[in-house]
């Protein structure tokens, strides 16, 4: 009977059609899943800590109604992909347990400050930029419940990136001291952002297998081009300079040659030493423990009405 699943998986993944939690799948799969998705959702909520430490100090009624509408939209992020995960048979619970023991990831970016109001503006274009090109190919993921979640947070993305862009053209337009803030902050965030994507193919564990499952659809290396591509005429049209020297279109390629991060810096934030690493799981833990009277008071009423 295995065999005749293992059949179906097979050839559901080969027409690129969606896996369904129902279905048959291999361990491996879930795994997988289970590890990505939960990545993803962490991400979301922890990347709520940088954007809402500005939150108090938005520049004007305007930017805080924008600030805040974007880091709910986190939070919602976070939860349609917890959602997408329990259909694997896991629970929010038991992940956010595994994140606040800090025994799942989530990702680098999201370890560093937030130093000004103009970081506001570059996490809009260049992280959620990123973080759209690394999600819109997994609208197409073979997984069921995780394409459908990508679906919409693309969407929503998308308007996180143009809050961005907008917040940053804004500020290119006004005083030097503005316009020295956003080179500055762009000079930060540049290389992280080209981290987002992943280590390098050639030292990628997962991409291999990932790929051939139908759960990512292009590598770290090819999706890390396509931002470079997409993010330089843009970068033009802003009046900043991106941060290397050896970023320059090849005509032969078809593409910018650009150069590459410090993957030992990369490896110190994954492994936990990145300069906010501690900061932000000491704030979700503290989070967490302050919700607890909120989710014994939902379990109480919920078991009261249904008695
Ligand atoms: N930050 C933290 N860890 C990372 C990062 C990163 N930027 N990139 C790779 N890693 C980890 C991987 O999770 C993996 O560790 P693990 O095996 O212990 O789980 C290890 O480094 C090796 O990397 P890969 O083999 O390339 O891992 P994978 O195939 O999972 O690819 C990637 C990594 C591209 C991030 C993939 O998981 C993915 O596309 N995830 C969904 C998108 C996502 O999580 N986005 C979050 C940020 S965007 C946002 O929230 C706004």
Known sequence: KESILEADFDAIVAAGDRVEPRDWMPEGYRKTLVRQIAQHAH???????PEGNWITRAP?????A?????????????????????TLGVSRDE?????????QKYSSIFNYPTLSYADVGTIGWLVDGAAICNQVPLCRTSFGPYGRAMIRICKEESFHQRQGYELLMTMMRGTDEQRAMVQESVDRFWWPALMMFGPPDEESPNTAQSMAWGIKRNTNDDLRQRFVDMTVPQAEALGVTLP???LRWNDER???DFGQPDWDEFMQVVKGNGPCNAQRLVHRRRAHEDGAWVREAAT???AKASA
């Open 43 to 49: 991400s979301e909520i922890i990347g709520m800590q």
């Open 60 to 64: 004007s009624l305007r930017r805080k």
């Open 66 to 86: 924008i600030l805040l509408a974007k880091v709910q939209d986190e939070a919602g992020h976070g939860l349609y992909l917890y959602s997408a995960c329990e």
């Open 95 to 103: 992940l956010t347990r595994l994140l606040i023991a800090g025994k």
């Open 244 to 246: 290397d020297p050896d």
């Open 254 to 256: 078809g593409h910018h």
């Open 300 to 302: 109480a009423f919920a």
